[in-house]
């Protein structure tokens, strides 16, 4: 099945990587791949990297307030939209994230040489086919789950007005 090899690959790499990106650099993969996202995308909000990683906007902005803690990121207010902070790296991120980089492509590299420059290609260009097809599905589940919790907020707010235009009626 797919997402079985796909999950395991995704495991073993992910534990691999974890290992040695703590060991080298002091990061866990989600702080890395964080401050990756929010190099690529800065400046981002938290829902704008959220979005692009996939990931529970609670458990992100942990993850986000750990690379603050540690000056590989900073924030500050959207001037659009006062409740909403932009993040983007420091000059200290920025070096970790090239540090980081490096290696990883280092290791990339060395992972993908069992595959000749052809098949790396043919493997990339199919990956990208998944991921938009994944993509398209996750966005088509989760916006109906929006939609439809969105409709259950409207209704709750109708019951509970009239309910009390119900009891200040009984009540006059």
Excluded: C
């Excluded at 090239?98 to 290791?107: N, P």
């Excluded at 990339?108 to 260009?125: D, I, K, T, V």
């Excluded at 969105?150 to 200040?168: D, P």
Aim: hydrophobic letters at 45%; charged letters at 25%.
């Amino acid at each position: 099945m797919l997402m079985y090899r796909l999950t395991r690959l995704a495991t073993i790499g992910e534990r691999t990587g974890q290992l040695r990106i703590s060991r080298k650099f002091g990061l866990n993969v989600g702080e890395w791949r964080a401050l990756g996202a929010i190099h690529a995308l800065a400046p981002v909000t938290l829902a704008g990297l959220a979005r692009e990683l996939y990931l529970d906007k609670g458990q992100l902005s942990r993850t986000v307030s750990s690379l603050i803690d540690a000056r590989f990121v900073s924030h500050r207010a959207n001037a659009s939209d006062r409740r909403q902070a932009l993040y983007e790296t420091t000059a200290e991120g920025r070096r970790l994230h090239d540090r980081v980089l490096a290696f990883v492509a280092v290791r990339n590299e060395r992972l993908m040489s069992a595959l000749s420059h052809r098949e790396q290609a043919g493997l990339f260009r199919l990956l990208d086919k998944l991921d938009r097809t994944f993509a398209e599905s996750h966005d088509e589940i989760f916006s109906a789950q929006a939609l439809a919790t969105a409709r259950e907020t409207a209704v709750q707010a109708r019951t509970r007005r009239t309910y009390r235009a119900a009891a200040r009626a009984a009540g006059a």
